[in-house]
């Protein structure tokens, strides 16, 4: 329920506070971290199925793992953790992807330190 010249919360507005609330539980000490997420219409759908690890410079590849579960089921059941092979391709779509997400200020979740 509503009080009068309040605006209803969205699923995505339920979704935010929800993950605030979880990083708020810890000290978060050493942790450099930008949380971002897609909603409504803004952004591509690209599953969280992988962990990439970008080179500090460009003379490197970046360095992507594929999880075969998704980062909340991680850890529930058997799954398989492998290198993928074309890291570019995932790295690129990701890339495309937050540059769109940092142009928008209510796809960020949080942000540390």
């Known amino acids: ?40 219409h803004i952004g591509t759908n690209f599953h969280d199925r992988f ?18 579960t998704s980062i909340s089921g991680f850890g529930l059941g058997h799954h398989v953790i492998q290198r993928t092979l074309d890291p570019l391709k995932i790295a690129y779509a990701f890339h495309k992807l937050w540059q769109t997400l940092s142009l928008d200020t209510d796809s960020l979740i949080i942000k540390l330190p």
């Open 51 to 68: 962990i990439i690890f970008m080179p500090e410079d460009n003379s490197n590849f970046p360095v992507v793992y594929s999880l075969g």
């Open 1 to 40: 329920m509503k009080l009068q010249g309040e605006e209803e919360m969205t699923e995505f507005d339920t979704f935010k506070n929800e993950q605030k609330q979880l990083f708020s539980k810890s000290n978060n000490i050493g942790i450099n971290l930008e949380f971002r997420s897609i909603h409504d």
